[in-house]
T-cell receptor, first 116, second 115 residues
């Protein structure tokens, strides 16, 4: 069975500072990895994904994530946080391969709070 | 283009009543997914449709839950004899296209409250 862990319920960072939201996963084979963001009373918004290729992937709003197979991690990063980045962030995994269509397993989410 | 839409945005019902939740996927997307988001359980997969294949119902929590997808497009999630523990946000997602089959795009959700 596949699983995703987001070890931090909340991450606090000051505006302008770099941020990291951690994610580790447990999936056999070569998984696909995703980050989504959820603003209050909204659905999930896709940020970025790792399918194959370069371990560093760049996504929307200046976010990036690094796939580390040996550490089974996919941490989300941004060089300079904005107050508007404050939201709930979800890491997700799918088994990969096959047709590409597959359901997602999500972590429990990490609340990011960026202070002015 | 238009994203995934869901209706209603909010639904309040009494315990024991049936409810229907609707999802309109992104045009041309062949895969459609239902998830449930609740405080206690986080985000859980419910059911998944892909093209003309039989749906993957492995995430449905009980036989009170069912879903159908008509004409390969719109989907309806039905919960019969609702219970208070069914209170949650029900999220629909779709994916498709030659180069982005694996990326799911989510609707705004339906917030269900069972009294």
């Amino acid at each position: 069975a596949q699983s995703v862990a987001q070890p931090e319920d909340q991450v606090n960072v000051a505006e302008g500072n770099p941020l990291t939201v951690k994610c580790t996963y447990s999936v056999s084979g070569n998984p696909y990895l995703f980050w989504y963001v959820q603003y209050p009373n909204r659905g999930l918004q896709f940020l970025l994904k790792y399918i194959t290729g370069d371990n560093l992937v760049k996504g929307s709003y200046g976010f990036e994530a690094e796939f580390n197979k040996s550490q089974t991690s996919f941490h989300l990063k941004k060089p300079s946080a904005l107050v508007s980045d404050s939201a709930l962030y979800f890491c997700a995994v799918s088994p990969g391969g096959g047709s590409g269509y597959s359901t997602l397993t999500f972590g429990k989410g990490t609340m990011l709070l960026v202070s002015p | 283009g238009a994203g995934v839409s869901q209706s209603p945005s909010n639904k309040v019902t009494e315990k024991g009543k049936d409810v229907e939740l609707r999802c309109d996927p992104i045009s041309g997307h062949t895969a459609l997914y239902w998830y449930r988001q609740s405080l206690g359980q986080g985000l859980e997969f419910l059911i998944y449709f892909q093209g003309n294949s039989a749906p993957d119902k492995s995430g449905l929590p009980s036989d009170r839950f069912s879903a159908e997808r008509t004409g390969g497009s719109v989907s309806t999630l039905t919960i019969q004899r609702t219970q208070q523990e069914d209170s949650a946000v029900y999220l629909c997602a779709s994916s498709g296209g030659q180069r982005e089959r694996e990326t799911q795009y989510f609707g705004p959700g339906t917030r269900l409250l069972v009294l």
